[in-house]
């Protein structure tokens, strides 16, 4: 059975950074694309960046570009995603998720179907 299990997330001042983890067990990572996905209350799912199994990156969130990146470990079965310059408006809780696709990843979350629990980050001052 596949998991995933987010970990990382927390309070940090504007400016600062995070790294979250997405752990992944009962399958291997680098067979599905992986996605990052933010939820705020009141607003739709919306896609971050998301890595392929063939290494392909896509940013679907155009304010995070330049201070998001997404890594895999192959050996740790987990995937990364790093948060530089955090801005308020990242605030929100932040979902890894495996879509059944080698060579594309996409930001729709009705691709994906195996999601994690999510971890909660806070940019506050």
């Known amino acids: 059975q596949k998991h995933l299990v987010e970990s990382g997330g927390g309070l940090v001042q504007p400016g600062g950074s995070l790294r979250l983890s997405c752990a992944a067990s009962?399958?291997?990572?680098?067979?599905?694309?992986i996605g990052w996905f933010r939820q705020v209350p009141g607003k739709e799912r919306e896609g971050v960046l998301c890595i392929s199994g063939s290494d392909g990156i896509t940013y679907y969130a155009d304010s995070v570009k330049a201070r998001f990146t997404i890594a895999r470990d192959t050996a740790k079965n987990t995937v990364y995603l790093q948060m530089n310059n955090l801005k308020p408006e990242d605030t929100a809780v932040y979902y890894c998720a495996a879509e059944d696709s080698y060579y594309t990843c996409s930001g729709e979350p009705n691709e994906y179907g195996w999601w994690g629990q999510g971890t909660r980050v806070t940019v506050s001052s």
């Open positions: 009962g399958f291997r990572l680098d067979y599905y694309g």
